[in-house]
């Protein structure tokens, strides 16, 4: 009976209308919700205030910074060298692909040539990172939506190319691996077998996640239809990667303004039509077939040659020689220390990593440190869009959005 | 000279300031007062159709009369080209055109531009802090008087010079 009493109290006569003496109107008023900062479903520290009606989404504030930590503040404090470590805490799922937007864009600066071999490498290292990154995803988009299984499944093949990470530059997430010029080093036999044997493995393991989540009524009714984005809309918030594509606009980085070896292999850049939730995660299936076939095509055509730039100025010694003679000792100190001269000037370098487009905006006047360092970080622009893509849907969506995005808070705060 | 540059130059004969052309970026300096007209022919223009953001920053030049620099840069996905967008700001009056309207990714760029280094935004929907705390008095980190150690309360701290032995 004391139920009946409080439902009594919500009810409320309108004198307006005089059925409603018979008919009393339920009262309803904005219910303001905070989401987070601790939220197993954020992927870090990300808080927002959810307004709500009922169960839909009216508006949605991001409130972002909790893991910011000044990395453009410490980028004007360091040489060009000394920053690569900082860009693998930017996106720590997938640093290989941080260290390489950045000495990308200082090869820009530099006007550096890189040896082909060392692009090759760099490119079948990307793509590994890539396979990681949307595996990644996969699993924890999945399980934020319900669908455990998947997680375990992409975890077990991750595992196998976090292990590979860990032979090739001894760590599996902060690997550093990138140098302005080139590579730290080659790949041994032992890695090529090892990458080999994934590739032949892994593709069928591709099929298999696709048909626990195709055949899991639970996640097409949370995904297809959900988070809607036109093209139009999207390329004015300026989304970039799966993000985009899903919108139908196959603005890709790789194929738009080639760089390193991508334009000598063949691979296709899937695009999607409806810009659903749905398509997104259909984007990011379809690239991991398109990652293997790339690096595949890279074992095939790589030759062997110098892994390094020889630009003595910039580009460091090779680490046997730091060790023996004298002259390369000093080289490497003096680079690490007082780092090289840099031409005045500013440029801006965007690469296509598995979010987006992470571009690196560095002014120079000259000298050994960067005097301002913009990272545009492809995270942080599709919070931007979060208010507008969730007004309308369900509360649950906007745990699918913070997936979709692929967002990862290290990034987005910097 | 490159086609941007002339043709913004031919259109905007009293706001054009200069322009450099780099390692393939094309950056064009305009004033404050004609920035969002050109931002406007930039946007709308068929020739330059530059529909997609990329990204708003700003630099500190405390030595110069106009302190701040705001940087946009737009990318064409039809016409695959990409600009640079300058203008200078001074210290004492420290605001510019918001973009917002043309680019809906401007808002939360411009929010960190503002939250950083202080450069505030005219007709901008919503400009609060955005990486630092709403109540932060301490300043805008990313200026070149900013210590990199930070101010505050954390300046209070004992640094040790050397490592004690």
Not at chain 1, 183 to 209: A, C, G, H, M, N
Not at chain 1, 223 to 239: N, Q, R, Y
Request: proline share 5%; glycine share 8%.
């Amino acid at each position: 009976m004391a139920f009946e009493d409080q439902r009594t109290t919500v009810y409320k006569v309108n004198p307006e209308h005089p059925e409603s003496e018979t008919l009393p109107t339920l009262r309803t008023e904005e219910l303001l919700l905070n989401m987070g900062p601790q939220h197993p479903s954020t992927h870090g520290v990300l808080k927002v205030i959810l307004e709500l009606e009922g169960e839909r989404l009216v508006k949605s504030t991001p409130v972002m910074g909790f893991l910011h930590r000044g990395v453009e503040k410490l980028a004007e404090d360091g040489t060009y060298h000394q920053f690569i470590p900082h860009t693998d805490r930017l996106d720590y799922v997938c640093a290989m692909y941080n260290n390489f937007a950045y000495c990308r864009a200082v090869e820009k600066l530099m006007n550096l040539q890189v040896p082909e071999r060392a692009e090759y490498l760099r490119t079948i290292v990307a793509e590994v990172q890539r396979i990681i990154g949307h595996q990644f995803w996969l699993g924890t988009q999945a399980l934020d939506i319900g669908a455990m299984t998947v997680f375990f499944y992409c975890f077990r093949d991750r595992e196998i190319l976090l292990d590979w990470f860990d032979e090739l530059c001894g760590a599996r997430l902060t690997t550093s691996w990138y140098r302005i010029g080139g590579v730290e080093r080659d790949l041994t036999p032992s890695l090529i077998d090892k990458l080999k044997q994934f590739l032949d493995y892994f593709p069928p393991k591709i099929d298999e996640y696709v048909v626990f989540l195709e055949t899991n009524r639970i996640w097409l009714a949370r995904t297809k239809g959900v988070a809607v984005i036109s093209a139009e809309d999207a390329v004015s918030f300026g989304l970039s990667g799966p993000t985009l594509r899903g919108s139908g606009v196959d603005y890709d980085l790789r194929k738009y303004e080639p760089y390193s070896a991508y334009p000598k292999c063949d691979f296709s850049v899937p695009v999607g039509k409806n810009g659903d939730t749905y398509d997104r995660y259909w984007i990011r299936v379809m690239e991991l077939y398109e990652s293997v076939k790339i690096i595949r095509q890279c074992l095939e055509q790589m030759q062997e040659g110098p892994i390094m730039a020889d630009v003595p100025s910039v580009t460091l010694p090779p680490k046997e020689r730091v060790f023996t003679n004298l002259e390369s000792m000093i080289q490497q100190f003096k680079l690490f220390s007082q780092g090289f001269n840099a031409p005045p000037g500013e440029i801006y370098c965007g690469t296509e990593a598995h979010k987006g487009e992470l571009g690196f905006y560095i002014v120079s006047t000259g000298g050994g440190k960067p005097y301002r360092l913009k990272i545009r970080a492809p995270s942080f622009i599709h919070m931007g869009a979060f208010d507008y893509m969730s007004r309308g849907y369900m509360i649950a969506d906007a745990i699918t959005l913070f997936g979709t995005y692929d967002v990862v808070m290290g990034e987005c705060d910097r | 000279m490159h086609q941007f540059i002339k043709r913004i130059q031919e259109t905007f004969s009293v706001g054009f300031v200069g322009a450099t052309e780099w390692r393939g970026d094309v950056a064009v300096t305009v004033t404050r007062d004609k920035l969002h007209e050109v931002a406007q022919f930039l946007h709308n223009d068929p020739g330059m159709d530059f529909d997609y953001i990329v990204h708003v920053s700003s630099v500190d030049w405390p030595d110069d009369e106009e302190r701040f620099e705001v940087v946009w840069e737009f990318y064409s996905i039809r016409k695959r080209h990409r600009i640079r967008l300058k203008t200078r700001v001074p210290e004492s009056d420290c605001i510019v055109d918001s973009l917002t309207d043309l680019w809906k990714g401007a808002d939360f760029m411009e929010r960190e531009v503002f939250d950083m280094m202080g450069i505030r935004f005219r007709n901008h929907p919503d400009l609060r802090r955005i990486l630092m705390p709403d109540d932060y008095t301490e300043g805008y980190p990313l200026r070149k008087d900013f210590p990199l150690r930070g101010k505050g309360w954390r300046d209070t701290f004992d640094f040790l010079d050397e490592v004690p032995r």
